[in-house]
């Protein structure tokens, strides 16, 4: 009931760019995104700070990628430009316990980003 549901995943090339969506059962003060490839850890890649808008990216994805938030529809983005091969993978959003760290609960099911090179 509280698992939110991510969209806007796909196949694109190296370079490309994607924007991923997610809407929340409720608005909650910290979100974010994280992501799983095969075979890899869980990795927190950005998240905000719904009370001050401040940010938070992991260095893989630091200029890259941009987190949004459209409050009043409870709906959380992630721009992401200048893909890599290495993004590929399953992102995820959810609530972040505490805003600044990468304590992820309620993920939805995902959305799956290919890059090709």
């Known amino acids: 009931e509280d698992e939110p549901v991510e969209s806007g995943g796909g196949s694109v090339q190296a370079g490309g760019s994607l924007r991923l969506s997610c809407v929340a059962t409720r608005r909650r003060r910290c979100m974010g995104w994280f992501r799983q490839a095969p075979g890899k850890e869980r990795e927190g890649i950005a998240g905000?700070?719904?009370?001050?808008?401040?940010?938070t990216y992991a260095d893989s994805v630091k200029g890259r990628f941009t987190i949004s938030l459209d409050g009043g529809k409870n709906t959380l983005y992630l721009e992401m430009n200048s893909l890599k091969p290495e993004d590929t993978a399953v992102y995820y959003c959810a609530h972040i316990i505490s805003c600044g760290t990468w304590s992820f609960r309620y993920w939805g099911q995902g959305t799956q980003v290919t890059v090709s090179s």
């Open positions: 905000i700070d719904a009370d001050t808008s401040i940010s």
